[in-house]
């Protein structure tokens, strides 16, 4: 089930023209993934830590649809899913509350699970393939 990150865009997400940073876009779906690992119960500071095995992101795309500005207010849809036993992609959908909403990016990562010391690919480990499986 998709999870939903509300934020508001804030002056230091935007560059000179006044419109967000098209990198930080980004980040802030990356705060989303933070948060909805947090809202599932997974520890943050152990799943960031090096415990043996890392989940870098090896492919990202984004697609600009509108500007989002400082002060606009967000609503972040992180919605991922299992590619094979040692990979998932999430989908994240940026919209800017209105009056009306509108979608103002769509953005696509892809994550591998690797262990840190070898680089060979691992199963995604307990809480993170609950998470992954909806579950």
Do not use: Q
């Amino acid at each position: 089930m998709p999870f939903n990150y509300p934020r508001t865009a804030h002056f230091s997400d935007t560059d000179a023209a006044g419109v967000v940073f098209f990198a930080n876009y980004l980040a802030i779906c990356h705060e989303g993934y933070e948060e909805a690992l947090s809202a599932s119960g997974v520890d943050l500071n152990a799943f960031f830590s090096d415990n043996g095995v890392v989940v870098p992101i090896s492919r990202s795309e984004a697609e600009y649809l509108r500007p989002i500005s400082c002060g606009d207010r967000l609503s972040v849809t992180v919605a991922p899913k299992r590619l094979s036993e040692n990979s998932f992609e999430i989908r994240y959908e940026i919209t800017r509350l209105g009056p009306p909403a509108k979608c103002a990016a769509r953005v696509r990562t892809e994550h591998v699970c690797i262990d840190s010391k070898s680089r060979a690919r691992k199963a995604l480990p307990g809480a993170l393939a609950a998470w992954v499986d909806g579950g």
